[in-house]
DNA sequence: TAATAAATAGGAGCAATTACGATTAATTTA
DNA sequence: TAAATTAATCGTAATTGCTCCTATTTATTA
């Protein structure tokens, strides 16, 4: 038994697509995507969902990278891998802590702050883009 | 003696700025800023020169927030705090080292990738912005 | 001084996102 | 069920941060 859940069809494809898209999508691909199965999407729905969604707490943005914000609806605490050359994102497996509750607590005491949140992102070429494709 | 560089008096107007600000300025920062000494300064010049440097290596972005790219001329490794209420940014001093030479190459193994550089970036709430103004 | 190269101004253009009025769908109330 | 109310959506216009382009200016070289 879950907790009930309002959504409209549109809304709930759109959520559905961003659950299951493991490419940390930007609102056009989302668009793109749900265009050809509902053909009267539109953009400005994307967008206005996602913000919901994020409002929501179901999804949070990895940044904004070659101009397009990406989008993450797997909210554990991770990290993210971004290729320089395709903006490819992957996720970054924490098995390993690198940010703990220590040093959270150290951060608010020298800035005198309250943290929230935290995002680790890893620069780089993906196996892809190396001119040796051992992929 | 230092190494010679041939940058134009905008140029280096620009770059002064940007090594003197601590306020992880934005391109429009650093127009309305200099606009007054330099009123025949135009903001491509600006966003032109923010481009030279970053590829020179001199600054880097700290990403873009509240729809503006933020810079940095601190080139030391070091992390930042960012208000999500004023989007001030801060530098947290990192005496800690949060991500060491082991985390790229457990995360170069993890993800098959070549890392260049990382980000963190905490995200929270200012003394500014907090209700009880202790600052 | 003349020729060449680099930097800039100013404005047009672009692309991602947001805002808005009109319409449609869903929900509540009677 | 019907009417009234609320929420969601469409389509388009507006915004905005940024980039691009051309003419002009400034610096460098011969």
Redesign the pocket.
Known sequence: MHAKR?F????EAIYKLLVSAKNHP???WVYESLKPE?P??????V???I?VFREMGLIKSIG?FN???RFDADMSQHSHFICTECFKILDVPSGKKFVDGNIYSFVEKECNVTIKSHNIIFYGICCMCNNSHKC
Chains 1, 2 share one sequence.
């Open positions: 309002n409209s069809a549109k809304r930007t609102a056009e509902i009267d999407l539109s953009l400005g729905t967008y206005r969902n913000s904004i101009g397009q914000e």
